[in-house]
């Protein structure tokens, strides 16, 4: 039996891990992409189209004999795929874009009040350092040496000025894990909700789209307000899941 390969050549990425696409995606990768959420043993799941979900779901869930024809599976470079998937942000129209401005609407308002909560019961942006912890998910506010302040944080995602790209937490799989234990709800409800820019992993975006995101997953975490820290070619969005004072 042979064994998959465990990386191809591409022509325009040279040598690169494989990944399987259906047909369609890989000819019309501006549509909604069903997968399996990636995981560091599986960072790029196979994906197909709405139109082999529906051939799936006849058959119980399960890829077989009588439903995989119409796969008409394709290999990609794993860069390649992050190509396609990214750019399927870009199908949202009709209601399902309405919905998802007024999720992040509604979003940036509340945020927008959570800030206002923090600066005025914690006077957040005043501290003159501020350092977290992934393996405590702490960040913790200070001055002269002093802790001041500490948050129990989430991690939500990160904006990359270098390639102009947003990565969601839950598929960043160098953070560790009591900094990403939540986050994962954020592309589970975007499921449910059929909002793209919440499921997909990596995409073309800025810090307003950092903001904007964060706004919504602060909203579906309970979250009490986001802080944004600098890192060495862009930004990292948390959330603050509750705040407390060092005596």
């Keep these: 039996m042979n064994e998959e390969p465990t990386s191809i050549q591409c022509g325009e990425h040279g040598e690169a891990a494989p990944t399987y696409v259906c047909g369609h995606l890989c000819r019309h ?6 997968c399996d959420a990636p995981s560091p043993d599986t960072p790029y799941p196979d994906a197909w189209c709405a139109s082999c979900h529906t051939e799936l779901l006849k058959t119980g869930g399960e890829w077989n004999e009588h439903n995989a024809d119409c796969l008409d599976l394709q290999i990609l470079c794993h860069h390649c795929y992050q190509d396609a998937m990214a750019r399927s942000v870009g199908a949202l129209d009709g209601d399902a874009e309405a919905a998802w401005i007024d999720a992040v609407t509604q979003g940036h308002h ?40 500490v948050a129990d944080i989430e991690f939500i995602g990160s904006v990359s000025e270098a390639s102009g790209t947003w990565l969601w937490a839950w598929a960043n799989f160098h953070n560790e894990a009591p900094v990403v234990s939540r986050i994962a709800a954020v592309r589970e409800w975007g499921e449910t909700q059929g909002f793209l820019h919440l499921t997909v992993p990596l995409w073309k975006g ?31 969005y948390m ?3 509750s705040v407390q004072r060092v005596a």
């Design 206 to 236: 800025d810090a307003t789209d950092g903001w904007e995101l964060s706004g919504v997953a602060a909203q579906v975490l309970g979250a009490q307000g986001v802080y944004r820290v600098p890192t060495g070619r862009g930004f990292l």
């Design 239 to 241: 959330a603050l899941m």
């Design 110 to 149: 509340a945020l927008r009040d959570k800030q206002r909560a923090l600066e005025q019961d914690h006077g957040i942006s005043h501290f003159e350092r501020w350092d977290y912890d992934q393996a405590a998910g702490t960040l913790t506010f200070s001055d002269g040496g002093v802790p001041r302040l």
């Design 29 to 34: 990768p501006v549509q909604r992409w069903f």
